[in-house]
């Protein structure tokens, strides 16, 4: 069973940035690792994914351009850089895993229900 520990969420000024970091724990070979947010009172959506084996990576259309994901430490640590940030990425951000095919994983239409492995998640607040 894949665990997953995130950090680095905190609160910064629109146009600031933040780095956010996901431990993750367990075998993950052909894994896709992903992270999502929720905000309060919205569902919980994609923001991007990388597929363990090759680094291929994905983004949701809102983050394009100011977010990235990377691996590193023998992909057990994941990597979001969230720059140029905005008042509407305040969220909860949750890092996610699963054995994905890599054409799911790069698809950028994934949901939820496409992972079952999920961190505790780490807060984000971007004020104006």
Same mark, same amino acid.
């Given at each position: 069973?894949?665990?997953?520990?995130?950090?680095?969420?905190?609160?910064?000024?629109?146009?600031?940035?933040?780095?956010?970091?996901?431990?993750?724990?367990?075998?993950?070979?052909?894994?896709?690792?992903?992270?999502?947010?929720?905000?309060?009172?919205?569902?919980? #959506?994609?923001? *991007?994914?990388? =597929?363990?084996?090759?680094?291929?990576?994905?983004?949701?259309?809102? /983050?394009? &351009?100011?977010? +990235?994901?990377?691996?590193?430490?023998?992909?057990?640590?994941?990597?979001?850089?969230?720059?140029?940030?905005?008042? #509407?990425?305040? *969220?909860?951000? =949750?890092?996610?895993?699963?054995?994905?095919?890599?054409?799911?994983? /790069?698809? &950028?239409?994934? +949901?939820?229900?496409?992972?079952?492995?999920?961190?505790?998640?780490?807060?984000?607040?971007?004020?104006?």
């Amino acid at each position: 069973q894949v665990q997953l520990v995130e950090s680095g969420g905190g609160s910064v000024q629109a146009g600031g940035s933040l780095r956010l970091s996901c431990e993750v724990s367990g075998s993950i070979y052909g894994y896709c690792l992903g992270w999502f947010r929720q905000a309060p009172g919205k569902e919980r #959506e994609g923001v *991007a994914t990388i =597929y363990t084996n090759s680094g291929s990576t994905a983004y949701a259309d809102s /983050v394009k &351009g100011r977010f +990235t994901i990377s691996q590193y430490n023998a992909n057990k640590t994941v990597n979001l850089q969230l720059n140029s940030l905005k008042p #509407e990425d305040t *969220a909860m951000y =949750y890092c996610a895993a699963d054995r994905l095919r890599w054409s799911s994983c /790069v698809s &950028g239409t994934w +949901t939820s229900d496409d992972f079952n492995s999920w961190g505790q998640g780490t807060q984000v607040t971007v004020s104006s």
